[in-house]
């Protein structure tokens, strides 16, 4: 995915989450990366944070989210993840892969292995699709039970416009995070009744090729919105 398909990304989630992507925010994105990119190693990272932030659990952290919470900064992680390789010793991720289309969450989690360190910690919770299925299916299931699972594959007003855009299985992550050298910690864990939490760490440098923000497939500056010119 080269800089231009990402812009064309960007503006496509116009309607999707009613925000303005005029110059000004292009300007704050490009303020944002400029920003990570010069932050020293070691950094602990919450993509798609939302108002977890907050937490006190999470001070110290770096958080990214395309809705405005206090402490996050502004991002959209179709973007990538503006830091430098191997400049972040723990990822966490919840409940947000769902969003992204199955290709950019290919490219989201190349970008994660990018960033790891050796050693360094990713910890994923995502929806499970079987789990929603076999609760959807249970004869003891609740009304509720199966308007979660048509929210989740046809989408409501609750998420944004749409449905969630990718759907995930826990041998299918396990697999994707194997193949970009990440080695599971420990179990995967049940977190609530539909949800997976896996937890892996970096053992080795197999991060999938992926462009650079700034660069196009081949290599080339195309630094027009990253100020790379």
Known sequence: MNLEERWELM????????RSLDGGF????????????????GQRVYPGCGQDLMRAKYAGWVGLDLREYPRVL?????LGLPFREEHVT?????LTLEFLSPSQAQFFLNEVARVLELGGRFTLTFR??????????????SVQDRVTLQRYLYGSQLY????????????????????????????PQRSGQLNHTVVVEKAEERAM?????????KGNRAGDFWGHA
Request: aromatic share 4%; with cysteine; charged share 35%.
């Open 90 to 94: 723990e990822v966490r991720v919840k």
């Open 160 to 187: 944004a416009g749409g449905a969630r855009r990718s759907c995930w299985v826990l041998e299918q992550v396990i697999d994707e995070l194997r193949r970009r050298g990440l080695r599971q910690r420990a179990a």
């Open 26 to 41: 292009a300007e704050t994105l490009r303020k944002v990366y400029q920003d990570c990119m010069t932050l020293p190693p």
């Open 209 to 217: 090729k992926c462009p650079r923000p700034g660069r196009t497939l």
């Open 74 to 78: 502004p991002w959209d992680l179709r």
């Open 128 to 141: 499970d699709l079987e789990l929603l299925l076999a609760r959807n299916n249970d004869p003891g299931g």
């Open 11 to 18: 503006l496509a989630w116009r309607n999707l989450e009613q």
